[in-house]
């Protein structure tokens, strides 16, 4: 795998924990625009259904990401012939048990850490 295909596989592997971020940061700004609108009530119903229809989203891509992510790793670790089979079966036990964060470091120490093939 080159460089730059290690790269995007990081970058995707990291998308998760910032949907994360982006989940809670929204889920906080329900509260807050409650706040704000606490002068005018009829606005309340609108402000909410925003609200609501983004953390939604939100949460669909987060999970759709999360599920692609664990698909790939778990393939990736059972296809990856640097492992033996007993380090095979922590990693695959690490993203189930681990979520989001598995991915991560699996990538950093089993894909990004491993040289490159010499170029022909």
């Known amino acids: 795998m080159s460089k730059s295909g290690r790269l995007l596989i990081g970058i995707l592997s990291l998308l998760p924990l910032l949907l994360v ?55 990736h670790a059972i296809n990856n012939t640097a492992i033996d089979s007993s380090e095979r079966l922590v990693w695959i036990l690490v993203f189930i048990f681990a979520g989001i964060i598995g991915g991560p470091v699996y990538w950093y120490m089993r894909i990004w850490k491993l040289p490159l093939p010499p170029a022909v």
């Open 21 to 75: 971020v982006v989940y809670t940061v929204s889920f906080f700004g329900i509260f807050i625009s409650a706040i704000r609108q606490h002068g005018r009530p009829e606005a309340f119903p609108e402000m909410m259904l925003d609200h609501i229809v983004w953390i939604v989203a939100i949460a669909l891509l987060m999970g759709l990401s999360s599920l692609a992510m664990l698909i790939y790793f778990i393939v």
